[in-house]
């Protein structure tokens, strides 16, 4: 039975009257989005996977409410992981009628209407509007960890996985005297020694405190601590923000669930959005048991599961399945028509993989599909330098995906669903960076064990994260999907290894096909024609 309208939906429009969008858009709704966006519970939570219209069942279920009452814009606040994605949120809320805040100066009042923005920017909001009623000086933020760690450690090399396991330390609320501890219990993998990361972690804690500076995480750490420490302005800021929504919610990790639930306060009005099956952050501090468990902190949650992925086809959804495997949190089944199978090939070595990919991308293009609607994906950057190097020797344009700085916590972010730019030109991406993104035509290279999953992933949450990151990556593609990978490859220094197939590509196999890629029926002359044109566009 088909649940009822979602309220506050105007009337059919009139000769002559343009169509509202937002009733445009509730009227293609299927039954599960028509009822989370219908939805009269205050505390929802909605299992949203891969391709089932997350972001637009979480806009229309924010403008319903404000349109019919039970939401003041003035209250509500919508937070996601990058600034980008907070954007593509504000122009989808502009769309449906609502009136959306524009962002305040420190100590300054926001515009009236709905806030949007990473969780990082709402505590930096608290922490400034404290600060403003104390009379004190708002907080500088210090939002590049990986410069002053990198001048600390003394090894441009060692850096970045120094930073990492900072930033891990301080998502689990973690000082440097607890940060040994704290790896033991997690099982973590250790991937610098425990007492570099430690004599870091300290001398980079002093270097914050001597220029009375915080950085990122400790915006998320202090705001929570003003709410659960001072009543007065935790009263205020729960009248304040009175309705939160947040995205991505898998994505969460300890520091910032502790500031989401301390501004929820005594309140239940909350919108969760997130997919358990798409948790590729626990290296960085995410913890997808936070959504799974979110029913033990909220009573009275409804769960909505969105169970359709209207972007895939069915025979790219059965082969993501198939690489993520036996879950608790069954995959969307498709909705789309049907296209063809995905192709599974073993290559020699890496050079004639990435000869391949030029291939595959030549015959696409002689095909009409442009550029920009083909990516290539792969599990680190290192992967990805033959393949440029195939790509510019063919004279073929590519770009390499923007992605987020310091992963979903970072101030920045990932893009929209199609890459920013009207260069059209393939995109290469990692795995991570392609999280949010879509394209046509989607070769994923280099499945070999070691790399899918990552060699530093042993078993239990690691692993299966790594599982989860595979089933990102297929999901990136709407009809066409390649994968592919080397038994020879070329490591650093030049050496030739011989390389096995991922554990998980025989499953993926199965219910693909099997070789090279066949080439369409084109003509040798009409190809040529064709590539040259599309190199002109």
Known sequence: MEPPPATGARPAGRPGVPPDPYDQAVSTLTAAQHQAVASTAPALCIIAGAGSGKTRVLTLRAARRIRDGSADADHTVICTFTR?????????????????????????????GARTGTLHQLGLTLLRRHAFDAGQAPPSVAERRDETIRGLVGDPALAPAVAAEIGWAKANRLTPGSYADGVGRAGRPELVPVGTVVKAFTSYEGSLARRKMLDLDDVLLRSADLLLDDGTFARHMHWRYRHLSV??????????????????????????VGDPNQAIYGWNGADPGLIADLGDHVPGLEVVRLDENHRSTPQVVRAAAAALGPTGAVPPRSA?????????TAYDDDEAEADGVVAVVSDRAAGGMRWSDQAVLARTHDQLATVRRALTRAGIPHRTAPGPDGGPTGPTGAGPRRPPGDTDAVELATFHRAKGLEWTSV???????????????????AR????????????????????????????????????????????????????????????????????RAALRT
């Not at 122009?91 to 609502?98: E, F, K, P, S």
């Open 84 to 112: 980008k994605a907070a954007t593509e949120l504000r122009h989808r809320l502009t769309r449906y009628g609502v009136t959306v805040s524009t962002p305040a100066p420190p100590g300054g009042a926001p515009g009236p």
């Open 247 to 272: 995205d991505e919610f898998q994505d969460v990790n300890p520091a910032q669930f502790r500031l989401i639930m301390a501004l929820l306060g005594t309140r239940q009005d909350l919108c969760a």
């Open 336 to 344: 789309a028509a049907d296209g063809p199978l995905p192709v599974v």
């Open 443 to 461: 070769m994923v290279v280099g499945l070999e064990d070691g790399f899918v999953p990552i060699v530093h992933a042993g078993a239990g949450p």
């Open 464 to 531: 299966e994260e790594e599982r989860r990151l595979l089933y990102v990556a297929l999901t990136r593609a709407s009809t066409d999907l390649y994968c592919s990978w080397a038994r020879v490859r070329t490591m650093g220094g030049g050496r030739r290894v011989e390389r096995r197939p991922s554990p998980w590509l025989a499953g993926v196999a199965r219910v693909s096909r099997t070789g090279p890629l066949k080439p369409s029926p084109v003509d040798t002359g009409r190809r040529i024609a064709a590539i």
